[in-house]
């Protein structure tokens, strides 16, 4: 079942030039596919489901697209992580992490508010992508030992990095590589 939705989401990823001098992931045919949409959810999930998460956490934009569709596949909850600035301010208590310079090199922070996440949960951090792991890292500086790990659809991700984070994938950068898909 997910070698096949693997296939699914290499058939549906592209990288698009818009002509900045650097090519930009285009994610939008995954969501678009009614294959990838029903499957994603249980494939991320079986890869940490033998740690029976309780909570999923999701740094927004694009994890609060996937991070939900992760938690139904496992019964557990969702939390949404937010980016400092984003939007208009929070008010109720809230945990905030630095992210270290990311993929795009910049430094920014999330928050989660405070009440929804209990020193019983195990908590499972969901995105669509990994590149320097700076949101996974800083989604596990909140939790401590409730962290169990992070599950995304594309690990970029160095071995040894991923172990460190607790980080698995669907896929690696090759298979996603622009010399055999972009064009
Ligand atoms: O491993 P890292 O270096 O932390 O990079 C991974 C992050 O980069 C992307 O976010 P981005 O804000 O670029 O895209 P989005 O707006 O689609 O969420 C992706 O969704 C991850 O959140
Ligand atoms: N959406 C994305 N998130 C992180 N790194 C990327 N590199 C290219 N596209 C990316």
């Not at 694009?62 to 496992?74: D, K, Q, S, Y």
């Not at 208009?88 to 920014?108: C, F, N, T, Y």
Request: aromatic letters at 8%; a negative charge; hydrophobic letters at 45%.
């Amino acid at each position: 079942m997910t070698t096949d939705l693997r296939d699914h989401l290499r058939a549906e990823f592209r990288w698009t030039d818009p002509g900045q001098g650097y090519l930009v992931s285009d994610r939008s045919g995954w969501w678009r596919s009614p294959t990838i949409l029903a499957g994603v959810g249980d494939a991320l999930a079986d890869l940490f489901r033998a740690a029976r998460p309780t909570v999923v956490v999701s740094p927004e934009v694009t994890g609060f697209l996937v991070g939900p569709l992760v938690a139904r596949a496992l019964g557990a909850g969702f939390v949404e992580a937010y980016r400092a600035g984003a939007r208009l301010p929070i008010a109720e208590p809230m945990i905030w992490a630095e992210v270290p310079s990311d993929h795009r090199g910049k430094k920014q922070e999330l928050g989660v508010r405070r009440q929804l996440i209990t020193p019983d949960d195990r908590v499972l951090v969901v995105d669509d992508w990994a590149a320097t792991g700076a949101q996974a890292r800083a989604l596990r500086s909140l939790f401590g030992n409730s962290y169990v790990g992070t599950a995304v659809i594309v690990n970029e991700c160095p071995p040894p990095l991923a172990d460190e984070l607790t980080l698995r994938g669907l896929l690696t950068a090759a298979d996603i590589d622009p010399d055999q898909t972009f064009g």
